[in-house]
Every structure is written in C-alpha cells, then in structure tokens.
T-cell receptor, first 117, second 113 residues
C-alpha cells in the first residue's frame, strides 16, 4: 500500500508569485483534502476534492484553487502569494478500502513547506 | 465560527504515568472525532478515531467521547518518551459539512524520564 506523497518538500517564493503544490493520494483513496498549517496552529481546511469535483471549501480566498485528476492525484494552486501564505501545506487522502478504517479517516502526506519572501 | 478547543500545554507527565488530553467542540452536529499525533517538523499521524459515545481502546490509547457535553479526550497509558509530541483533536461534521475536518491548535505533551 502506497501512502500519501507530496511534492516539492520545500519551496521558496517571493510575494506576488504563483505556486503549484502536488499530491498523490493513498492507494484506493478517491478523496483529497488540502490544509494550511501555520506555525503553532492546527491545520486549517482549504478545500476537498472528490471524483475531480470540489466538495467543500474553507475560509480561503479564490486565489487558492485546486484540481483533482482521474487518478485522484491533486494540485493546489496559489496565486498572488502573500507573506502570510508562508506555512506547511498538507494534503490528506481518504476513501473506502474495505478495511476497518472508516471512509472519514484522513491520512496526511509529509507536507510542503512554503516560504514567501 | 465552529471551533475545537484544546489546552496548548505543555503538559508534562512522568514516564510510565497516564497522560490525559482533553478537547471540546462547539458544533453539535459533529459526528466523527479524531486524534492526531504530530512530531516537530512532521505531518499529523492519525492515532484514534471515535464516532459513538463512550470509550474506544487501541493498545495504550483510549479515546473517550461525550456528545452531550461536547467533549473528547485521549488517555495514553504507560507514557513513553516517544509519546512526546503535539496532539491534535479534530471534529468532522455531517452531511453538507462532512468534507471539513476542524482541528484544534494542539496540546504539547512532554514525557519526562
């Protein structure tokens, strides 16, 4: 079973630039959620994708956008980067695998550390 | 604003003792609850999920849920130095809110030898 993977690991951008972060879901999972985690805080929900459609969104502006592909991998795009966008970006996948774990359980990837200068 | 509240800690517990972590949530519609462990510089790792009132045990971990009081707790028995981490409590709504998991800010746990 392959876990959730994310790329890149670290990224440094300047204010105003655009960034794309990538996530591959765990084998058998069809749902991907994205979170932003600032230092010392819990993860904040950005949005979720299910079968290539956005399936819920948190309190983030439209410059945060996403995609999900037919193989259930996903991208998070952030336009017009601001200093406050510096954070750990986490991708989590979920889905029914027939095992004891519930469909609702989300498993996180290692994250992408974004620094905006 | 629907919230999950945790004491930020640090909570210091001697090795071998029971660590008790607590969490309250504001959305009465929440149906699913999770505890994640996060080591410094790493991503959260799911350690327990609980959906019904009462206790759920898994090894040294016991999760407790009381929906009437909107309260979730995690007990760690026989605490080990490797349990030192930040513990995140999370709640998930039902139906239209089912996609969103709301996390608390976490409780830092330190196990002292």
């Amino acid at each position: 079973e392959t876990g959730v993977t994310q790329s890149p690991t670290h990224l440094i951008k300047t204010r105003g630039q655009q960034v794309t972060l990538r996530c591959s879901s765990q084998s058998g999972h069809n749902t991907v959620s994205w979170y932003q985690q600032a230092l010392g805080q819990g993860p904040q929900f950005i949005f979720q994708y299910y079968r290539e459609e956005e399936n819920g969104r948190g309190n983030f502006p439209p410059r945060f956008s996403g995609l999900q592909f037919p193989n259930y991998s996903s991208e998070l795009n952030v336009n017009a980067l601001e200093l406050d966008d510096s954070a750990l970006y986490l991708c989590a996948s979920s889905g029914w695998t027939g095992e004891k774990s519930s469909y609702n359980e989300q498993f996180f990837g290692p994250g992408t550390r974004l620094t905006v200068l | 604003q629907k919230e999950v509240e945790q004491n930020s800690g640090p909570l210091s517990v001697p090795e071998g003792a029971i660590a008790s972590l607590n969490c309250t949530y504001s959305d009465r519609g929440s149906q699913s609850f999770f505890w994640y462990r996060q080591y410094s510089g790493k991503s959260p790792e799911l350690i327990m999920s609980i959906y019904s009132n009462g206790d759920k045990e898994d090894g040294r971990f016991t999760a407790q849920l009381n929906k009437a009081s909107q309260y979730v707790s995690l007990l760690i028995r026989d605490s080990q130095p490797s349990d030192s981490a930040t513990y995140l409590c999370a709640a998930q709504g039902a139906y239209s809110s089912a996609s969103k998991i709301i996390f608390g800010s976490g409780t830092r746990l330190s196990i002292r030898p």
